[in-house]
């Protein structure tokens, strides 16, 4: 990729009224219900099934749309626990086609998770300059600190550190600033961004 194409792609639109208004949130139940099927998967004492079970339950009683049922299945999919990466890459398929049936006003919330999950296929697979573009298109439609910090992370792991400070140094510089110190505490506690800690605690 086009490193100076992607500078643009992201610091091109920090000024944009759309990079500044916030995404539309989840509603209270959707969130709450995301938040206990992610506790769960973490937890290293419940296996894949009870997992897959909530997230069914949850769908069946209506909390989960369509969208937000594929991407919990997608994740769960690509997760240790299941590591399953041909049927994440379906349940990213569906998504997509369940947010274009969907529409709404998180259309674009739903195919920027559609793309951010692809995006995490390639990774775990090593395919990191495949990764970036998902992650790129992925900011490009939902404009936050976790899909700059996905961009961040394959620079990194595509040995690009100097490029990934520039782009850190750049954003910071020109984001808001509840956003940066979203990324900010994103670079503090993930490992895949520990090269970055520097610039943020300069």
């Known amino acids: 990729m086009n490193y100076e194409e992607l500078f643009e792609r992201i610091l091109g639109r920090v000024d944009e009224d759309s990079y500044l208004a916030s995404i539309r949130p989840l509603a209270p139940?959707?969130?709450?219900?995301?938040?206990?099927?992610?506790?769960?998967?973490?937890?290293?004492?419940?296996?894949?099934?009870?997992v897959r079970a909530l997230i069914e339950q949850q769908h069946t009683a209506g909390v989960l749309d369509r969208p937000l049922y594929y991407s919990a299945l997608h994740?769960?999919?690509?997760s240790p626990k299941v590591k399953d990466y041909a049927e994440a890459a379906r349940?990213?398929?569906?998504?997509?086609?369940?947010?274009?049936?969907?529409?709404?006003?998180?259309?674009?919330?739903?195919l920027a998770s559609v793309e951010r999950h692809r995006g995490v296929l390639a990774f775990l697979q090593g395919h990191y300059g495949v990764a970036l573009d998902y992650f790129s298109r992925a900011f490009e439609?939902?404009?936050?600190?976790?899909?700059?910090?996905?961009?961040?992370?394959?620079?990194?792991?595509?040995?690009?550190?100097?490029e990934a400070v520039a782009l850190l140094r750049q954003v910071r510089g020109a984001l808001p600033a509840a956003l940066v110190a979203q990324l900010d505490a994103l670079v503090e506690s993930d490992p895949d961004l520990s090269l970055l800690r520097a610039e943020v605690l300069s």
């Not at 439609?141 to 100097?162: C, W």
Request: charged share 20%.
């Open 29 to 50: 139940g959707q969130r709450q219900a995301l938040q206990e099927i992610e506790q769960l998967r973490k937890n290293p004492d419940v296996s894949a099934q009870v």
């Open 75 to 78: 994740v769960l999919a690509a």
């Open 91 to 110: 349940y990213a398929a569906a998504q997509e086609m369940a947010a274009l049936d969907l529409g709404g006003p998180r259309l674009s919330a739903n």
């Open 141 to 162: 439609r939902e404009h936050n600190a976790m899909n700059l910090s996905n961009v961040l992370a394959t620079l990194l792991r595509l040995g690009d550190e100097e």
